[in-house]
Structures are given as C-alpha cells and as structure tokens.
C-alpha cells in the first residue's frame, strides 16, 4: 500500500492482499467494532474473517441500513447501544466500512463514545474516499437539515482500495466526481481540465483518488477545525446543500454529487455577479457540468424553501448566507455573502442551462 503524510494515516491500495489485515491488527489489542451498512456487509464480513485467521476475536460487527434517510440519531444510538452491550472501553477501535454515511456516522459514534475513542475508516464509495473519509468531519443529520450535529474528530487512518469502484453503480460514481471537480476548481486548473476532457471509462481512478486527497489534505492540514481556509471545500455546498435537503424533506432521492453540481453552478454564477469570475470562466464551468450530469429539476415555487434552507449553513455568521466563491477556475476564497437576490439570480441561470 502507498502511504501519504497527512495527520491522518492515509493508504490506497489492495486491502485484501497487502499487508493491512496486519496492520489493523496494530491499532488495537482491544474490541473492534466494525460499522457496516446493508452494501458493504459483504466487505466487513471478508475483513472480519481475515482478522479471525491472524487470531484476533473480540470484533463486533455493527450493520445499519443504508441510505442518507438512515443517517440519524436511532442508527448512532444503535452504535452507542452495541458499543456499550458489549462493554466496549476507550481503549477499543471503531473501524467504518463504507460510503460517506457510514464514515460520517461511525466517525460520530467514535467522537462520543465515552468522549472518544479511535476510529478508521475504509471507504467504499468515491465521494467517501475523496471526501467525506478524510479530514475528520463526523456527524448525523437532524431535523431535516444535513450534518447538523456532528463533531471534529479526526481517523487513525484512512485505507483506500479503488478496486471498490469497480462494483460502485455508475450514478454513485458521478454523484463522488462531482467533489474530484470541485477539488479542480477551487485548487488547480490542469487537475480540472484533466478530470473534464478525460473520457469517464479512461480516467485513472487511483491518480484522481491520490490528487484529490492530497488537495483535500493541503487545506485541512492548514485549517483543521474549519475556522476560515477550509471553507473553500466547501464550495457548491451552500446552494448545493439545500437543494439535497430541499430533495429529501420532500421524499425524492438526490444523490450528493448531484446536488453539488447545482450549488457548483450557482456559486459560480453567484461569483459572477460579485465580479469575482469572468463570464467566459462561468460558462465554461457550466458548460463542462451539465454536458456530464444531467439537470435536476428545481421549480421557480420552491427558491423560498430552498433560501430558507441556506439560513441553517454552517459556515454562515450572523451577517448572512456564506458562500464560497470562485476567483478564477483552480482559485477560490472563502467567506463570501450572498444576498438574497444573487441567490435567486444564480437560481434562475441555473434554470437557463442547456444540459
Ligand atoms: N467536505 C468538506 C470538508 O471536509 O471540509
């Protein structure tokens, strides 16, 4: 396995036929709680079974259901309820198999298990190995609103095997590229032309999953606990956000990505408006997006709702709607404030678009 420096171990490989099952065995001489959800059982019972022959036995395996409907306080609690039935002490490892709702969720169970334990996460997704795996951000959603409570509290160590991609379906797959293009646009510009003129059948999965960490991990390490450079990962999230919020209030299934690719748009375009990015960039960026994913329906009725949502952005003061916003494509700066009118604008060009 290669490894990254970060202050998270970072690996990508093959798991199964490297050295991992040893190394795992490294973090802990305690329990292992392994979280799983109804997709990656498979993957946690290989694992579990591979630790068995090497003599480790205390491991619990942890399956929630999946999907983000799921990601809320009865599977944490569900966590916290096996953890503590099976007397599970400081001293034993969390480790989280899966997409972004398993590692967010796992990773949040970690953070407050008897005020934190150790985790490691193992994604099975793109968004969760480009993402959501890396950098410590952890929580449930609450309420309606996405990532509500949740906490900072970095892995142990991040393992990524690409060969997972092979099984991933072709929608979940886009849904994670919507983040490897954000990592382009708001880092570097020959990093998003590649990701945008490769053909998606000849991209090279394990370069892009390596670029987009170590850009990901270049910002985190900077600003861990989000005060301020961090939030340029954060860009398309604050529309993008939103309208995946606004999607699962109303029972509809949007994935991630898809969402991101609206806010990716509407924040550009926001960023015209401010003068911050030229027309010819703005249209680009478009262009380049909705030629690969396809346009989500948003109804001019449903701006307020989806305005209102924005109110609950984390990254928002008491001065207003927090964007971050593109200076140019591969440059982005954080703490903006988007009026309500840029907002609506940025809605309404969205509508205009040709997919
Ligand atoms: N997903 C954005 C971040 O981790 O900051």
Request: aromatic letters at 10%; hydrophobic letters at 35%; proline letters at 2%.
């Amino acid at each position: 396995m290669k490894s990254m420096k970060s202050n998270e171990t970072i690996a990508i490989g093959r798991l199964f036929e490297s050295n991992f099952i040893e190394i795992l065995n490294l973090y802990s001489n305690g329990k292992i709680g392994v979280v799983c959800d109804e997709n990656t059982q498979t993957i946690a019972a290989q694992m579990i079974q591979k630790l068995h022959l090497i003599g480790k036995t205390n491991i619990y395996q942890i399956t929630l259901p999946s999907g983000e409907q799921h990601k809320n306080l009865e599977s944490l609690s569900s966590v916290w309820q096996q953890l503590t039935e099976n007397n599970f002490t400081r001293k034993d490892l969390l480790i989280n198999v899966g997409g972004g709702v398993i590692t967010d969720l796992g990773g949040f169970a970690a953070a407050t298990y008897k005020r934190g334990i150790e985790y490691i996460n193992i994604p099975t997704t793109l968004l969760s190995m480009v993402d959501a795996s890396v950098g410590g951000k952890t929580g449930i959603d609450y309420q309606g609103f996405k990532n509500q409570i949740g906490a900072f509290h970095l892995p142990k160590g991040v393992y990524v095997d690409p060969e997972f991609l092979k099984t991933l379906p072709q929608q979940q797959l886009l849904s994670g590229y919507a983040e490897v293009l954000k990592h382009g646009l708001i880092a570097d510009a020959n990093y998003w032309e590649y990701c945008v003129f490769t053909p998606f059948l000849e991209v090279n999965w394990n370069e892009v999953i390596l670029k987009s960490i170590e850009i990901k991990n270049g910002i985190v390490s900077q600003d861990p606990q989000e005060i301020g450079l961090r939030k340029v990962l954060n860009f398309g999230h604050t529309v993008g956000h939103a309208v995946e919020t606004y999607y699962i209030n109303h029972g509809e299934e949007l994935l991630h990505g898809m969402a991101v690719v609206v806010g990716m748009i509407c924040e550009a375009h926001i960023s015209f408006q401010k003068g911050n990015l030229g027309q010819i960039q703005l249209e680009s960026i478009s262009k380049s997006l909705s030629s690969r994913y396809n346009k989500v329906s948003i109804k001019e009725s449903c701006f307020p709702e989806i305005l209102q949502l924005m109110y609950q952005d984390k990254k928002n003061n008491s001065k207003g709607i927090n964007v971050t916003l593109l200076n140019d494509i591969g440059s982005a700066q954080f703490d903006g404030l988007a009026t309500e009118e840029e907002i609506y604008q940025s809605l309404h060009y969205y509508g205009t678009i040709k997919s």
